[in-house]
């Protein structure tokens, strides 16, 4: 940025923004929690202590080659803790069968009475080779999408006879249906339903954050897939029937996955992902000859949830989810205090930039931008920190989020315009104005969770700086010119950085590139 190269900033100042990604740092941290909780369950089972390491994510983590291992505990040992409770690791709960009033909720949750309390005609969605990507048609850029047509929905809205409905559910594909899924409010599917599993059952694991815990009914066909995705929500997943397996990497491992920008009717999905996997028999683990399909390098966990087990699901956590027989569940979901607070803050207008004024000229805000976006992102630790091993934000944006595909999606250039950043720098009361802007901002993220914080800064950055479209009103070409201009700037970061060090690292000369175009 011009702050650095008019102060002589010495280059450790500026080298961060080319440091290659910390893999090596990243797989020493997981071999020594793997040793930690190793000597945990050798020397000591108190759960207080293990619910210590659940808090500080040190999770059990493997690869795509082999996952590790969720950790389990019995129902009856939370005592009524009532989740999230701070934990940021993935939690099995076994022993449901043991809970009050779990024996009736079984029972109701049956196929075959299911089948009787359904309605006679069922909505439902149908996808003929059983991939379920979460679509929504209300996100900013859905009707760019749909226009251009380059990328189409994976199943369809259906409707159906209630035998229909649930001959497909059981039919491995073999319908003319294909392969059905329900996924919704319970009152939705039926309202007897949603009556007979309103006890006490599932209120006991009800995760408790910022809003109201949800209740949503979820049926599959054998063999169906819901690709790896994050959500925003806690998610307390409860196998009343059948079984799923799951595959799940943490927040911070995001961008490995290629996840689609949030303004995407694939909003929060992953590009890269384990695909469709084969099934050896009914019931049984699903092949890992698809493992090199997702992200190599990404830490990877494993569980098969089967009746009367329950999975709890921090908010941010993405998952493959694989039915590896016809599935009955009941997902119990509440979105985190940030989530809301996010909401909020981003309608606040001049809260999300609040160094800016009115009446500032076009070419004035483009100046402080330059010295606000880099300071923000050094006061958040990217480029330093090796939990942020994973993220470059401007890189991701330009190149993953917005990339070629992305743009071919929507129908803007492959090759971005020139964004013309002008010649005038920022004053100096501007310059510290900005400073002091990215230190507030960067103050209000750091009150989020530790490890959702990246998730929310690449919302922020979409909003924050889709101001440089000015009075451009079509929502393709204002992330056009905002990408245009974001690329501009990170190239310009990478070039300050090259410069006292004289020669970029393959990896950083490729990055460059990429921007570039």
Known sequence: ???????????????????????ATSAAISVVAAALWSAVASSESDWQLQLRFLRRASCRFGTAEQPGSVHAVDFRTLKGLR???????????????????????????????????????????????GEFAYWDNKTVLAAAVQRVGVLRQSYTKARAKRKDFFAALAGK????????????EVSEFSREIARSIEGPALSALAPQSGTASRRSLWLGTPGSFSTAHYDNFHNVFVMLSGEKEFLLSPPTDAPLFKIFPGTHPLARQARRH???????????????????????????????????????????????????STAVSVALTSNPVEHGEFNSWMVQGHEVLPFISDGWTMGRMIA??????????????????????????LRIMVSDSYGQETRKEIGIPLRLPEFHLGCVDASADDRKA??????????????????????YIMPYLETALSKVAGGETDPARIMGTTIAFIGRVYSLLNMQVARPIKVLSAVSATTVAAAAT
């Open 274 to 324: 384990w695909g469709r996997r084969s099934l050896q028999q009914e019931g049984a683990p699903a092949s890992l000859a698809n493992a090199t399909a997702g992200p190599r390098d990404a830490r990877l966990l494993a569980v098969t949830l089967h009746s009367s087990e329950a999975l709890f699901l921090p908010a941010g956590w993405l998952h493959h989810v694989t039915a590896l």
């Open 434 to 455: 900005a400073e002091d802007g990215a230190a507030k901002v960067a103050a209000r993220f750091k009150e989020f969770q530790e490890d959702l914080m990246p998730i």
């Open 1 to 23: 940025n011009g702050a650095s190269a008019s102060s002589g900033a010495p280059p450790e100042k500026v080298e961060r923004w080319a440091l290659p990604r910390l893999a």
């Open 173 to 184: 594909f073999d319908s003319s249906l294909g392969a059905v899924r329900y996924g919704g």
């Open 368 to 393: 402080s931008l330059r010295v606000f976006i880099p300071a923000l992102l050094r006061d958040l630790g990217f480029g330093s920190e090796p939990r942020l091993a994973n993220w470059d934000p």
């Open 83 to 129: 989740l999230p409770a701070e934990i940021r690791c993935p939690l099995l709960i076994q022993g449901l069968e043991t809970a009050e009033a779990w024996q009736n909720l079984a029972r109701v949750a049956s196929v075959e009475e299911l089948k009787r309390r359904t309605p006679s005609t069922v909505v439902f969605d149908s996808s003929p080779n």
